[in-house]
T-cell receptor
Framework: LAKTTQPISMDSYEGQEVNITCSHN???????ITWYQQFPSQGPRFIIQ???TKVTNEVASLFIPADRKSSTLSLPRVSLSDTAVYYCLVGDDYTGGFKTIFGAGTRLFVKA | NAGVTQTPKFQVLKTGQSMTLQCAQD?????MSWYRQDPGMGLRLIHYSVGAGITDQGEVPNGYNVSRSTTEDFPLRLLSAAPSQTSVYFCASSYSTPGQGALDTQYFGPGTRLTVL
């Protein structure tokens, strides 16, 4: 199973760059890596997705090394509103079906 | 576009009662899923569906039933509620199977907060 491992929590200050790394040693050839953000009392929402190398959008960057066994979500210049839980997701083909496994996520706390 | 809607927002049940959590999406997505999230925990997949008439079990399916008679609707039934089912339930949908490409972004509903006494 393509399970993911992330740090449980991280602290940062406003204006800093935050990098959250996710390990996915058993990622399958066809799997994409997707990151979600969840605020309290809300459902997760999509941040960014990638397959290899680097992807950037208006919110974040995603760095994926050549072996694809890990990925790093980079949030530039975080603000207090970036305090949330961040989940790394990898597609999981299991007994003919497709399931996505959310790990416990990384709780990011941004301080003033 | 309403996206993914869930009803009710809050529900209190007594042990042994049954109920159905409703989920609907108006994006013509084939893939739908139900998750539960316990306090301070990540999401765990209960059941999912890859299209109308097709459902399968996730990580924690016991005590729950689902059906998918239409593309739009994916109700979750609690057969006999237990205190261990106290949780927040999220429904999600995506155009294609999660993890498989650019069209697989999951859109989540606002959640149903369920308490079983």
């Amino acid at each position: 199973l393509a399970k993911t491992t992330q740090p449980i929590s991280m602290d940062s200050y406003e204006g800093q760059e935050v990098n959250i790394t996710c390990s996915h040693n058993n990622i399958a050839t066809n799997d994409y890596i997707t990151w979600y953000q969840q605020f309290p009392s809300q459902g997760p929402r999509f941040i960014i997705q990638g397959y290899k190398t680097k992807v950037t959008n208006e919110v974040a960057s995603l760095f994926i090394p050549a072996d694809r066994k890990s990925s790093t979500l980079s949030l530039p210049r975080v603000s207090l509103s970036d305090t949330a839980v961040y989940y790394c997701l990898v597609g999981d083909d299991y007994t003919g079906g497709f399931k996505t496994i959310f790990g416990a996520g990384t709780r990011l706390f941004v301080k003033a | 576009n309403a996206g993914v809607t869930q009803t009710p927002k809050f529900q209190v049940l007594k042990t042994g009662q049954s109920m159905t959590l409703q989920c609907a999406q108006d994006m013509n997505h084939e893939y739908m899923s139900w998750y539960r999230q316990d306090p301070g925990m990540g999401l765990r997949l209960i059941h999912y569906s890859v299209g109308a008439g097709i459902t399968d079990q996730g990580e924690v399916p016991n005590g729950y039933n689902v059906s998918r008679s239409t593309t739009e609707d994916f109700p979750l039934r609690l057969l006999s509620a237990a205190p261990s089912q106290t949780s927040v339930y999220f429904c999600a949908s995506s155009y294609s199977t999660p993890g498989q490409g650019a069209l697989d972004t999951q859109y989540f509903g606002p959640g149903t907060r369920l308490t079983v006494l």
